[in-house]
């Protein structure tokens, strides 16, 4: 917009040879070429498009992504969730959030060229935070990139109104580097974005369970786990939305998983006790709380539910015994 | 400011009340996925007050900002404690995306002032001091 501006203000000015070397010049050589191997060219021309009104860029990008995933809502039912009247825009952390009121997960997508390529090679819209305006005068603008031609090294957005925008790799990279390069994809629970990190899945599909859903938050834990199966805390969250749905043999043997990885971890051990007492195994459960106590013995939360296993009704369940990793002795005060 | 302070020391009283008396849900003890990934277990008790205060804090800030008071409690309850920390300090720092659409005066302004001060020249009708 403002290299428009510009160029027009060119055309009458009388200084245009200066201000192009001064403000139009060649952007600085930026890392433009993928290093992962992606599809020479994408478009994602069925993605959805809104025309935004003024300062709903946040609501008109989110419906197209959430569109896109499969949601149906309009910029009009987002924009009560998103839109901040008093800063006149949307800010990025409820862009984030808001996915979860209808169920599916925005995903951070990790700042950098390679990543924003890949998901749009893997067929994913990308919403991407742009600063149109200078550092020190910020002009910021959501918008949606649905393709790119590595030939032509162009970037095709779904923007403000334009429902087709031609960016140059350059231009593109420019204005999405003033906003911190800041990307998120929005995907249905169970669905892995290629590009996301665990750490960043796992707090998007936290997003689910604090929206009280927690058939949508297991499914996406169980699709995690299957992805990296080697993170502890997943399987501690799939077990956390297990027990939440009252499945508690399915939480236990997710509790059980993260303690294989995890030893020492009270605060899983503090999860696993109380879905063992859930069962009615109180002996093993006890068993499973003695041992988180002896690795945090000053722990209130481990006392509370010690506390409170003792007030349920004792069960003598046949679980599953439980091998107690004792802590290092020899290391600790 | 004192009024803000007495209203958190009322509200951390009314809270702390609460909790001595509230007899125990079945699930109470479970460390949440938010809490295990804030890794937060040692301060567990502590930290679930102050982060309260805090969304409360956060939503009184999205209600003076125009947001429906129905809307900003779900909006907070979306949000998780890292992201609450986040916008209690610096809503109104922090980007908002409103785009290009009604903005463009303030595209105009912008570009002057940059002239009016010399950064750039593009405005013909603006001499900068630096000329």
Known sequence: MMAVVMRRACLAGTLCATLLVAACAPYQAQETNPSLPVEPFRELAETPFFPQDKYQCGPASLAMVLNAAGAGVSPQQLQ?????????????????????????????????????????????????????????????????????????????????????????????????????????????????????????????????????????????????????????????????????????????????????????????????????????????????????????PANTVLKNTLIEINMLTKGAGNCRDFACTLPDTGTRP | MKSSLMKRIIVLLVSVSFFSTYSLPAWSGIVTTDQLLQQQLEVLNKSSLVAMLDRDDVRQQLVERGVDPEYAKARIAALSDAQIEQLKDSIDTLPAGSGVVGILVAVLLVLIILDIVGVTNIFSFIHSPSK
């Not at chain 1, 009560?80 to 951070?108: D, F, I, R, T």
């Not at chain 1, 090679?121 to 910020?138: C, E, F, H, I, Y």
């Not at chain 1, 699709?223 to 027990?243: C, E, F, I, S, V």
């Open chain 1, 80 to 296: 009560p969730l998103v839109y901040l009247p008093g800063n006149k825009g949307s800010l990025q952390a409820e862009m984030l959030a808001a996915a979860s009121h209808y169920g599916y997960l925005a995903v951070p997508v990790p700042a950098t060229l390679d990543s924003l390529l890949q998901e749009l090679s893997d067929g994913r819209p990308v919403l991407v935070l742009q600063n149109l305006g200078v550092a020190a005068l910020p002009l910021w603008h959501y918008a949606v990139v649905i393709g790119y031609d590595l030939e032509q090294r162009i970037f095709y957005l779904r923007s403000g109104r334009d429902r087709r925008k031609v960016y140059s790799f350059g231009r593109f990279l420019k204005t999405w580097s003033r906003a911190g390069n800041w990307a998120m994809v929005v995907v249905e629970p169970g669905e892995v974005p290629l590009s996301a990190t665990a750490t960043a899945y796992l707090q998007a599909a936290t997003a689910l369970e604090r929206q009280h859903n927690p058939a949508a938050a297991l499914r996406a834990y169980a699709a995690a786990t299957r992805r990296w199966p080697d993170q502890p805390l997943l399987w501690a969250a799939a077990g956390n939305a297990a027990y939440a749905l009252e499945r508690f043999a399915d939480a236990e043997a997710a509790y059980r998983e993260a303690l294989s990885l995890q030893p020492g971890a009270a605060a899983i051990m503090n999860n696993l006790a109380l879905a063992l007492a859930a069962q009615g195994c109180t002996p093993t459960a006890l068993a499973v709380l003695d041992c988180a106590i002896r690795h945090a």
